[in-house]
């Protein structure tokens, strides 16, 4: 069920609500490989509000609403920056609200889009708040496996990389959840995932391992889920000198793995990914990126007009 | 025994039995009690009880306090009783229940969290996820918060 519905977590979708967004994600990149028009949001105006920066989400956004037929407004980041600065945020929500039909939010406050959420009558969506949650982002990582692999259940999945303040890692690990993985949580001792995660796993009955080296589990991957580890996340810059080397992947490192394995990243990369690998067979992540525009326009298709 | 309570029977209100010995004047806080409501309010800390030992006692003469409003007690006194007093007879007896959602009482400790922002009109939510050991979730940022944390934040509570 998506029509109205804000798109605030992973957590809040089944796996039925997302076979819905992925046979219409299907249909839309179809639609754009062939070259073909759609006006299926005709008339429809999106509001992109991000008072963090971004290229990838508002970009593919802006791209899937045009692309729909609808119209895009954009909060300029002049504006953005003064609200960061301490002016208010529920005011600009109403603006918003107001002038467009469904609104993208991403803001490094945690909770700030499901407060605008209460806020708005028109739908909201979470473009990244903090270091909780991006459900579309995830929603477009397994869309990549379900295309690229040709299946998503009973997989043996890596996450690696900030698991404890990456949104991305956290989403995409509530995700792949829903879809009984054999999960492998690899990460520098500081960076393991937080007690609410494990919570949640447990919850679900969940097969996880929490291991700080990639090469005790890359030979039973299906899927490695790569992420950067920020520097400025280490009290201590000798403890990242000490660990950084390890959770950089490159052709060497991929030895051992199954010829099948599929790597994943949600982007930008710094060196957590060599270029080496990009001419791989492994290499999935550009796929991924381009994904975000069809799985983009069926969220927004669904949300404005969807069942 | 040698302690006997030298707080009379209420007439009308509400006395509040079996608080955790030592938190009365937290149930007091969480229930918005000042004294300067200017309403008869006995707390009696530390008497002997066949139940837990050791507890404490709130009487409040002239106010029935509304089940709502007490469950937010079993917060930090889950073993609480409540006796709404009519004519110096017990009405309705009831225990505390742990809410399964607590509103604009307590603080979220997540400094990033929405609701510690300046200037923007919200109020706190948690939700309940465990009664024992109790465990709140903040319904904004995920953020749990242990029966640890809980202690500083009640007592945080102006």
């Known amino acids: 069920m998506w029509r109205g519905k804000d798109v605030l977590s992973i957590t809040e979708f089944s796996k039925q609500d997302l076979r819905v967004l992925f046979d219409e994600a299907e249909r839309y990149l179809r639609i754009i490989e062939e070259g073909e028009i759609t006006e299926d949001l005709k008339g429809r105006i999106l509001a992109t509000a991000f008072f963090e920066p971004s290229t990838r989400t508002k970009l593919s956004f802006q791209s899937a609403m045009l692309r729909l037929g609808g119209k895009v407004i954009d909060l300029p980041p002049a504006m953005a920056s003064s609200i960061a600065k301490g002016e208010n945020l529920a005011d600009t929500i109403r603006m918003l609200d107001a002038y467009a039909d469904i609104i993208v939010i991403r803001h490094k406050v945690e909770g700030a889009a499901r407060f605008a959420a209460k806020i708005s009558n028109s739908p909201i969506i979470n473009g990244g708040d903090g270091t909780r949650d991006h459900p579309t982002q995830a929603m477009i990582d397994l869309f990549t496996i379900k295309r690229e692999l040709r299946k998503i259940e009973n997989l043996s999945v890596g996450v690696l990389g900030d698991l404890k303040y990456g949104r991305a890692a956290r989403s995409f690990i509530l995700g792949i959840a829903k879809y009984n993985p054999q999960l492998y949580l690899i990460s520098p001792e500081i960076l393991k995932v937080r007690e609410d995660v494990i919570d949640l796993l447990e919850e679900m009955n969940i097969k996880y391992e929490e291991v700080t080296d990639l090469k005790e589990v890359l030979s039973e991957l299906d899927v490695l889920y790569v992420t950067r580890i920020q520097r400025e996340r280490f009290p201590d810059p000798m403890e990242y000198e000490r660990v950084k080397g390890s959770y950089k992947i490159d052709e060497k490192t991929l030895s051992g793995a199954k010829d099948n394995l599929i790597i994943l990243h949600p982007l930008p990369r710094v060196d957590e990914l060599d270029f080496s690998i990009d001419k791989t067979s492994h290499a999935r992540y550009f796929q991924q990126a381009a994904y975000g525009v069809p799985v983009r326009m069926a969220i927004l298709k669904l949300v404005l007009s969807g069942e | ?158």
């Open chain 2, 1 to 158: 025994m040698g302690e006997r309570l030298i707080v009379s029977k209420i007439r009308d209100g509400t006395v509040i039995d079996h608080i955790k010995a030592g938190r009365a004047l937290e149930v007091l806080k969480i229930l918005g009690i000042s004294g300067k409501e200017g309403n008869i309010v006995a707390v009696v800390m530390n008497v002997s009880s066949k139940k837990l030992g050791r507890k404490d006692i709130v009487k409040v003469e002239g106010v029935e306090l509304g089940k709502e409003q007490v469950d937010l007690i079993a917060l930090i006194a889950p073993d609480a009783t409540i006796n709404i007093i009519r004519d110096y007879d017990v009405a309705e007896k009831y225990r505390v229940k742990v809410p399964e959602k607590i509103s604009g009482l307590l603080r979220c400790v997540n400094p990033n969290c929405i609701t510690n922002q300046p200037r923007e009109p919200i109020e706190t939510s948690f939700r309940v996820v465990n009664v024992s050991p109790l465990k709140l979730k903040c319904e904004y940022c995920g953020v749990v918060i242990t029966e640890e944390l809980l202690e500083k934040l009640v007592e945080e509570i102006a």
